[in-house]
């Protein structure tokens, strides 16, 4: 089993940043593709990013392209995402999940379904 906890979300302005973290506990994220997804109000979960799990490989939805970036720290046990540019679009609540998966089709990390473990969420809201 693996826990995650994610961290980082707030209040900000268009065009600022924010820095998400996931903190995972119980087993070490370096066997796991680790994935963000969000959801806003009324919508269904979208993928986000990911990253493999096995040469760091990443993957990212059109939409946060360019703006986010994902990476992982093994060591830390922690997946991050920094947002740069953000815009009341991005606004939603964020959840980082982790798949015991591998492979190098951006279909298979944008699917919310081969995630096992997910986080309770953390909320991003941009203002306008």
């Known amino acids: 089993q693996v826990q995650l906890v994610e961290s980082g979300g707030g209040l900000v302005q268009a065009g600022g940043s924010l820095r998400l973290s996931c903190a995972a506990s119980?087993?070490?994220?370096?066997?796991?593709?680790m994935g963000w997804f969000r959801q806003a109000p009324g919508k269904e979960r979208e993928f986000v990013a990911a990253i493999s799990r096995s040469d760091g490989s990443t993957y990212y939805a059109d939409s946060v392209k360019g703006r986010f970036t994902i990476s992982r720290d093994n060591a830390e046990n922690t997946v991050y995402l920094p947002m740069n540019s953000l815009k009341p679009e991005d606004t939603a609540i964020y959840y980082c999940?982790?798949?015991?998966?591998?492979?190098?089709?951006?279909?298979?990390?944008?699917?919310?379904?081969?995630?096992?473990?997910w986080g309770q969420g953390t909320q991003v809201t941009v203002s306008s």
């Open positions: 999940a982790a798949g015991p998966f591998s492979g190098s089709l951006y279909s298979f990390y944008e699917s919310p379904n081969r995630y096992a473990y």
């Open positions: 119980g087993r070490t994220i370096s066997s796991y593709a």
